[in-house]
């Protein structure tokens, strides 16, 4: 399999993004990247396996013959698959905690699945995991027990493919950001009065007009934005300028590469001209779009071989373009066309009235089936005072007789008798009638009567 060279990016935003302390007193050529005191800051690239991805870099990163392939690896390493063999050559105690890894994302994707069939009301489906893990692209479905080297090819070719995409969604994002923000600002001013419409308008028009109002923005990537980074940053002499040595300092992480949030942490300055979080003015998520194009910008016009890192020989060759000293002005987002179309808002707003409606139908849904609780819960409520009212009664009837002396009745007032009672009455109803019968039987005479024929 071949996988694309950005898998670098991977490693180094999945590792540590090293902070590097500057001292603002070194000259250029004292200056050099800070190989100790480095303080460790995750990134989470945003993927949903990014967490299983971090950890398998971070274990491979702990055996010194894979991190020495790993420094020495080039574009043709990932492209044969060499790297993903020495995963072979690697320590008995690394392979081990890779399997666990494997085995630990393959539990946490089952959980996943399953909660995703009980939501969909599917639970009498047979569930043939190995089918339903092959969604799954980051690693090898067939073997869910160890990690091996297909899986470190999948997790890094899928990784590289999902972050290309990343960025896209990013702008398509922003986009939707915008669309609401347009839809909601109409639809507050279309609930204001004319007067106070025309106010609203104007203080939002006022605001826009004060948030153009920013310094000169660098183009990103250009000798005069980067000489006001060694300056204002790094406290070095701008006449000192030196790419080589700019390129050492900002290569936090001492990989050789910068990668895109390195590239990023160089546009603060730049960022800082047009956007302040205090101001009402200020939107900090077109702040994070400005970020992003400036990136982007930068990359498409030194990133020569297209892997998403700037190496050293592509950033110097940067330098000799003319387009290093003489760049075009940037344009901010306030200079660019519209981010949205009105035909786009159109479409948006649909959407937004679709779902509105869904979620009208749904909320009215549910006030039935309150409605018809609440109803149930009445009747059942009336059922336990009548039941309660009713040993209530009965209670304090057997209280009153046992007062004044009488049997106990039932629920209808029928008596009712101890069965001790009962036995002594019927003993009682029966004796009288014993005792007939034996004095009848003691007055029958002994003798037959004379009068009565004697046959021989």
């Given at each position: 399999?071949?996988?694309?060279?950005?898998?670098?990016?991977?490693?180094?935003?999945?590792?540590?993004?090293?902070?590097?302390?500057?001292?603002?007193?070194?000259?250029?050529?004292?200056?050099?990247?800070?190989?100790?005191?480095?303080?460790?800051?995750?990134?989470?690239?945003?993927?949903?396996?990014?967490?299983?991805?971090?950890?398998?870099?971070?274990?491979?990163?702990?055996?010194?013959?894979?991190?020495?392939?790993?420094?020495?690896?080039?574009?043709?390493?990932?492209?044969?698959?060499?790297?993903?063999?020495?995963?072979?050559?690697?320590?008995?105690?690394?392979?081990?905690?890779?399997?666990?890894?494997?085995?630990?994302?393959?539990?946490?994707?089952?959980?996943?699945?399953?909660?995703?069939?009980?939501?969909?009301?599917?639970?009498?489906?047979?569930?043939?995991?190995?089918?339903?893990?092959?969604?799954?692209?980051?690693?090898?479905?067939?073997?869910?027990?160890?990690?091996?080297?297909?899986?470190?090819?999948?997790?890094?070719?899928?990784?590289?493919?999902?972050?290309?995409?990343?960025?896209?969604?990013?702008?398509?994002?922003?986009?939707?950001?915008?669309?609401?923000?347009?839809?909601?600002?109409?639809?507050?001013?279309?609930?204001?009065?004319?007067?106070?419409?025309?106010?609203?308008?104007?203080?939002?028009?006022?605001?826009?007009?004060k948030h153009r109002k920013h310094p000169k923005v660098n183009a990103p990537g250009s000798v005069a934005q980067l000489r006001?980074?060694?300056?204002?940053?790094?406290?070095?002499?701008?006449?000192?300028?030196?790419?080589?040595?700019?390129?050492?300092?900002?290569?936090?992480n001492g990989d050789g590469v910068l990668d895109e949030q390195e590239l990023e942490a160089l546009f603060a300055k730049e960022l800082e001209k047009v956007y302040n979080p205090k101001n009402e003015e200020d939107d900090m998520m077109e702040m994070e779009e400005e970020r992003l194009r400036m990136r982007e910008h930068v990359m498409k016009n030194v990133d020569i071989n297209q892997d998403r890192l700037v190496s050293l020989e592509e950033f110097l060759k940067s330098t000799d373009k003319k387009e290093f000293n003489n760049p075009k002005e940037w344009d901010t987002l306030d200079d660019t066309k519209p981010v949205f179309t009105e035909a786009e808002l159109q479409r948006f707003e649909a959407e937004l009235r679709t779902k509105e409606e869904e979620l009208g139908r749904r909320a009215e849904s549910l006030r039935q089936e309150q409605d018809l609780l609440k109803e149930r819960g009445k009747a059942l409520e009336a059922q336990r005072r009548e039941y309660q009212q009713a040993v209530l009664e009965m209670s304090q009837r057997k209280e009153k007789q046992a007062v004044e002396g009488q049997p106990p009745t039932g629920p209808n007032g029928e008596l009712q008798f101890h069965q001790e009672m009962q036995k002594l009455e019927d003993q009682g109803a029966k004796a009288p009638v014993e005792q007939e019968v034996q004095e009848a039987q003691n007055n029958l005479p002994v003798e037959p009567p004379q009068n009565l024929p004697i046959h021989t």
């Open positions: 399999m071949n996988l694309d060279p950005g898998w670098l990016l991977l490693l180094s935003m999945s590792l540590e993004v090293w902070s590097v302390p500057l001292d603002r007193n070194v000259t250029p050529q004292e200056a050099q990247p800070p190989q100790e005191d480095k303080q460790e800051d995750n990134v989470d690239t945003g993927l949903y396996y990014d967490r299983y991805l971090r950890e398998v870099i971070e274990v491979l990163e702990t055996d010194p013959h894979f991190r020495e392939k790993l420094q020495t690896a080039n574009t043709e390493d990932i492209k044969n698959g060499r790297l993903s063999k020495e995963l072979d050559l690697v320590g008995h105690h690394v392979r081990t905690r890779l399997d666990e890894l494997k085995r630990q994302e393959v539990s946490r994707l089952r959980m996943l699945l399953k909660a995703k069939l009980d939501s969909t009301n599917t639970q009498s489906l047979q569930m043939d995991h190995a089918s339903l893990l092959k969604q799954f692209e980051h690693l090898d479905p067939h073997n869910q027990n160890t990690f091996e080297a297909k899986d470190l090819e999948l997790l890094i070719s899928t990784a590289t493919k999902d972050l290309e995409n990343y960025d896209a969604e990013r702008h398509d994002e922003f986009k939707r950001y915008e669309m609401l923000k347009e839809h909601e600002r109409r639809e507050y001013l279309k609930g204001l009065d004319q007067e106070k419409r025309e106010k609203e308008e104007k203080r939002m028009e006022e605001l826009k007009d006001e980074v060694w300056e204002e940053t790094d406290g070095l002499d701008p006449t000192e300028f030196n790419p080589k040595t700019f390129f050492k300092l900002h290569d936090a």
